[in-house]
């Protein structure tokens, strides 16, 4: 195993980077093409804030493996401290709530942000340390978790760059809480099993196999539409902007994602009876991991940034950042390949019989 390989186990990169890094740039993004903040401060501002959130990340996970150390052996789950042991592990987790919550301080004069802030480090602590432990209080836990890890963070984001209660915030702090909570009823399910046969109790165990399985079918649809919600926002606002060079540029999204979206739609309405996965049937090489993994956590961002470079090059360096850590987060994928899959699914969904 490199180096490499075990800093992403010990920080459990491979349980939220994927998902949230890019959704928390795309924001970044999308506020700076807004807002025409083209200067050096303002790239020292969103580094600044990328670190504090990465970091608060990895510590809401590390937390969480810390206080679950004895139900994950029970249930032969893998935990980063079961060869440190929990006074190591309470060392580590403490120094990195001290580096986080100090890069956090840099924004503390942003109105509404150290609201925020307290609320996201309290949430993310007691999620899982007692005496509280949410995530053992079925509902109000689910509802935590996801509002802890995807809106609270967009809301800040938005908060440091002056934007608190616009429209646009709204939209992406709904979208995000739709998306969030998609993903982690999905977990609930993924370890429904696991989490009956310790006791756990999760809103999935709480509420059983048939009514989480209902509820996941659903919100998968809402997080399709959400998404396109915002993926529409974007592309009005963006328009509007005079600094656009090209205008239509920004249709370009739209159009995929339509796309993507609408071979996604026929593929459920012609597999009625199966549950859609896209979040933990791994493995999937399809339309339906084009449209929630490769397209969102991806494409969208990347083409924001690529916009950036284009309208002030000193912003390449979020090009190149964010092209590394996805090649950290998907070491095997294949651009080429996935585009194929793509022209061939949608061949196939679209084809007349």
Known sequence: MTVLESFKNMVRWHCWAHGKIPLFCTCLFYLVLKRSLFSVETIKEILIFLVFIILASIYGYLINDLFDMDIDKKQGKNNVFEKTGKVRGTIIVSVLFLISFYCGLYFKDKE???????????????????????????LSGLLIVFI????????????????????????FALFSTITGAAQEIGHQRYDLQNDKST????????KGEDTIN??????????MLSMFGVIVMLTIVLWSESFMLIPHIICIPLVIYLCLS???LLQMFRQKNK???PYFEYGRNDIVNLTFTLFPNFFLPFFLACLLTALYLPYIIFAIIFFVI???????????????????????????N
């Open 112 to 138: 509404h942000f150290n609201l925020f802030l307290f609320t996201l480090f309290f949430l993310a602590t007691f999620y899982s340390a007692p005496p509280l432990r949410f995530k053992t209080r079925g």
């Open 148 to 171: 802890t890890q995807y809106p609270i963070p967009v809301i800040m984001i938005f908060t440091v760059f002056e934007s608190f209660g616009s429209f646009d915030m709204w939209a």
């Open 199 to 206: 006791g756990t109790q999760t809103y999935a165990v709480e």
């Open 214 to 223: 209902n509820l996941y079918k659903v919100i998968i649809v809402f997080d």
């Open 262 to 264: 609408g071979g996604v």
């Open 275 to 277: 549950i859609l996965d």
């Open 326 to 352: 996805t090649y950290i987060t998907f070491p095997q994928a294949q651009p080429a390949a996935k585009i194929k899959i793509l022209i061939d699914e949608l061949k196939s969904l679209f084809k007349m």
